[in-house]
């Protein structure tokens, strides 16, 4: 079975451009959630949706945005790129039937490097 | 907040020694899930082992093992015949309100030849 598929694998952009970052989910999967990876840091989490609907946030401003398709894949939307955006973009994928006993299942990550 | 604390920035060993990664947390929790993932250079998080908070038996995974104090919350993961292979940055991660995981800052392995 195919797993987490994120695109494209890496990004350059610059200062105040808009970027849009994608994801498939694990087939039977309904829930994605977006972390963002600082170099050397552990992931800080973004959003999760369920079933198309925002489930959760993060501690990110408003110029982060996602949504979830029918399909359950997702696109993650940062306005505005700021350097301090640059990271790893992480998406993963879940069951999301129980916050507490839910498992995430990683995709490859999105390489963004603001200039 | 709820935290994580992974206090070994960066551990090594011996090809086939083992070695244990220490890491804590906080939560007012009674029910959950603790996880550990890995982190090769390739950056793909892959998930090494799951602890279901309510079971007092530890997890095993073929080589990789736990050792979790629920009154203590403690959870560390010890690995054992440690190979090449295994060399990656390991993160602690639990569920946390509306936070599906919250990760501990990692632990960077080296598995030395």
């Known amino acids: 079975d195919a797993g987490v598929t994120q695109s494209p694998t890496h990004l350059i952009k610059t200062r105040g451009q808009h970027v849009t970052l994608r994801c498939s989910p694990i087939s039977g999967h309904k829930s994605v959630s977006w972390y963002q990876q600082v170099l050397g840091q552990g992931p800080q989490f973004i959003f999760q949706?369920?079933?198309?609907?925002?489930?959760g946030r993060g501690n990110f401003p408003d110029r982060f945005s996602a949504r979830q398709f029918p399909n359950y894949s997702s696109e993650l939307n940062v306005n505005a790129l700021l350097l301090g955006d640059s990271a790893l973009y992480l998406c993963?994928?879940?069951?999301?039937?129980?916050?507490?006993?839910?498992?995430?299942?990683f995709g490859p990550g999105t390489r963004l490097t603001v200039l | 907040a709820q935290t994580v604390t992974q206090s070994q920035p960066e551990m090594s060993v011996q090809e086939a020694e083992t070695v244990t990664l220490s890491c804590t947390y906080d939560t007012s929790e009674s029910n959950y899930y603790l996880f550990w993932y890995k982190q090769p250079p390739s950056r793909q998080m892959i998930l090494v082992i799951r602890q279901e908070a309510y079971k007092q038996q530890n997890a095993t995974e073929n080589r990789f093992s736990v050792n979790f104090q629920k009154a203590a919350k403690s959870f560390s993961l010890k690995i054992s015949d440690s190979q090449l292979g295994d060399t990656a940055m390991y993160f602690c991660?639990?569920?946390?309100?509306?936070?599906?995981?919250?990760f501990g800052k990692g632990t960077r392995l080296s598995v030395i030849a």
């Open positions: 993963a994928s879940s069951f999301a039937l129980d916050y507490l006993t839910d498992t995430q299942y």
């Open positions: 949706y369920y079933e198309k609907e925002e489930r």
């Open positions: 991660a639990f569920p946390s309100g509306n936070t599906p995981l919250v």
